[in-house]
């Protein structure tokens, strides 16, 4: 797998082409969401701003001084199409199938949808590298999961990076690309190791066992944190020049926060755009959103 990367990484220096993914007519949906996205009656013009970079990936209403935010406390990658965004759209639809079981025929109709799903948003929001990445992990995950193949984070890794480079050879040339590669890595491989380091909590009173799990899972989301960071730490810094100091912090409270932000405002809009929107949907999405930045501003002021 790394060889096929860095032989793609040589081959995209010579081929300047391409592969459209993108008809135009699906990119439009992307401009039509923000549209509605700006639409919202939030009394804060920041949320309608950070909610359509989430969302949609234009930064364009971001002013400087919200830039400067996510940029000094380290939440720059939150804003980028990533793999955070589509697994919340992936959790979505995965949730609002449920219902229909787990025979086989409901097994292979909850892939077909879910794959369509998220490789419909990742078109209509330009299909950028990072994104493209993320979907191709849920495909690769599903269709294993479907017709009962044994998977694990690396060998898909390894699998979506040979897609992607055939694909497109010169998407290796993108930061975005090669960060969310580098992330995935310290996942794979790292993130394993770290999260095993907090004890078995076997054998611990009854009394202690939930806040054990509390506990544990705070770790877990820290070494998550750090797993990432260790692998896009350096390319980081040779880009950018600048190293998070408070990443840990960042992540702890922003994704979270992103993570309930994301789906309160995809429901707010669409019940906005049918004009059926309860003040009190628009009301936690705008504390959500705000909550975020005043987060991130405390943060960056460290």
Same mark, same amino acid.
């Given at each position: 797998?790394?060889?096929?990367?860095?032989?793609?990484? @040589?081959?995209?220096?010579?081929?300047? %082409?391409?592969?459209?993914?993108?008809?135009?007519?699906?990119?439009?949906?992307?401009?039509?969401?923000?549209?509605?996205?700006?639409?919202?009656?939030?009394?804060?013009?920041? %949320?309608? #701003?950070?909610?359509?970079? @989430?969302?949609?990936?234009?930064?364009?209403?971001?002013?400087?001084?919200?830039?400067?935010?996510?940029? &000094?406390?380290?939440?720059?990658?939150?804003?980028?199409?990533?793999?955070?965004?589509?697994? !919340?759209?992936?959790?979505?639809?995965?949730?609002?199938?449920?219902?229909?079981?787990?025979?086989?025929? #409901?097994?292979?109709?909850?892939?077909?949808?879910?794959?369509?799903?998220?490789?419909?948003?990742?078109?209509?929001?330009?299909?950028?590298?990072?994104?493209?990445?993320?979907?191709?992990?849920?495909?690769?995950?599903?269709?294993?999961?479907?017709?009962?193949?044994?998977?694990? %984070?690396?060998?898909?890794?390894?699998? #979506?990076?040979? !897609?992607?480079?055939?694909?497109?050879?010169?998407?290796?040339?993108?930061?975005?690309?090669?960060?969310?590669?580098?992330?995935?890595?310290?996942?794979?491989?790292?993130?394993?190791?770290?999260?095993?380091?907090?004890?078995?909590?076997?054998?611990?009173?009854?009394?202690?066992?939930?806040?054990?799990?509390? +506990?544990?899972?705070?770790? &877990?989301?820290?070494?998550?944190?750090?797993?990432?960071?260790?692998?896009?730490?350096?390319?980081?810094? +040779?880009?950018?020049?600048?190293?998070?100091?408070?990443?840990?912090?960042?992540?702890?409270?922003?994704?979270?926060?992103?993570?309930?932000?994301?789906?309160?405002?995809?429901?707010?809009? *669409?019940?906005?755009?049918?004009?059926?929107?309860?003040? *009190? *949907?628009?009301?936690? %999405?705008?504390?959500? #959103?705000?909550?975020?930045?005043?987060?991130?501003?405390?943060?960056?002021? +460290?």
């Amino acid at each position: 797998g790394l060889l096929t990367g860095f032989t793609h990484r @040589l081959a995209s220096i010579a081929i300047n %082409t391409d592969f459209t993914l993108v008809p135009d007519w699906l990119a439009g949906l992307g401009v039509r969401m923000k549209q509605r996205i700006d639409s919202l009656p939030f009394s804060h013009n920041s %949320t309608n #701003a950070v909610i359509s970079a @989430l969302i949609t990936g234009d930064r364009s209403d971001l002013t400087k001084e919200l830039s400067s935010i996510f940029r &000094e406390s380290g939440a720059s990658h939150i804003l980028a199409l990533s793999g955070l965004h589509l697994g !919340i759209i992936y959790g979505l639809v995965r949730y609002s199938l449920s219902a229909i079981g787990n025979s086989r025929t #409901a097994i292979y109709t909850k892939a077909i949808i879910t794959i369509a799903a998220c490789g419909f948003y990742t078109l209509a929001t330009g299909a950028g590298p990072s994104i493209v990445r993320a979907f191709l992990f849920i495909l690769l995950n599903e269709t294993a999961r479907a017709t009962h193949r044994h998977h694990t %984070t690396a060998s898909v890794l390894f699998a #979506a990076l040979i !897609i992607q480079v055939v694909l497109s050879p010169a998407s290796v040339r993108s930061v975005g690309f090669q960060l969310s590669y580098a992330a995935m890595a310290g996942i794979a491989f790292i993130y394993p190791w770290l999260r095993d380091f907090w004890p078995s909590d076997e054998g611990d009173p009854t009394s202690l066992r939930s806040r054990m799990n509390i +506990m544990r899972r705070v770790w &877990e989301a820290a070494s998550l944190s750090i797993a990432c960071q260790i692998t896009t730490g350096p390319l980081a810094y +040779m880009y950018f020049r600048s190293l998070p100091g408070n990443f840990l912090l960042t992540n702890l409270l922003a994704l979270p926060l992103t993570t309930a932000l994301i789906p309160a405002a995809l429901v707010t809009t *669409a019940l906005h755009s049918a004009g059926i929107c309860p003040d *009190a *949907a628009i009301r936690v %999405t705008e504390w959500l #959103a705000q909550t975020l930045l005043r987060s991130l501003e405390i943060i960056a002021a +460290m």
